[in-house]
């Protein structure tokens, strides 16, 4: 049984950082494209990150380039996304998915004074 548990949301300040995980299980994770897709209040799905299932290739949201990071540990099955100078434009449910077909039940980021 395929399971994605995020975890690391919380309440935080303009400019300041979290660090998002996944944890995965019940499939090869190693060898599955992951990738983290957010949702802001009142609004429709937004795609963020993606990795290849090594590591080696990344992909981002423009909106997020430069200020998210997206990596893996495939020896802890988790997926991750470090996230610097937090706007309140980030604001929403992060979740994880696996290649858009698994999905965890997603971990609420505030970004708010």
């Known amino acids: 049984q395929v399971q994605l548990v995020e975890s690391g949301g919380a309440l935080v300040r303009p400019g300041g950082s979290l660090r998002l995980s996944c944890a995965a299980s019940?499939?090869?994770?190693?060898?599955?494209?992951m990738h983290w897709v957010r949702q802001a209040p009142g609004k429709g799905l937004e795609w963020v990150s993606s990795?290849?299932?090594?590591?080696?290739?990344?992909f981002y949201n423009d909106s997020v380039k430069d200020r998210f990071t997206v990596s893996r540990d495939n020896s802890k099955s988790t997926l991750y996304l470090q996230m610097i100078s937090l706007k309140s434009d980030d604001t929403a449910v992060y979740y994880c998915t696996a290649s858009f077909s698994s999905w965890g039940q997603g971990t609420h980021v505030t970004v708010s004074s």
């Open positions: 990795i290849y299932g090594d590591g080696t290739t990344k």
């Open positions: 019940g499939f090869n994770f190693s060898n599955t494209y």
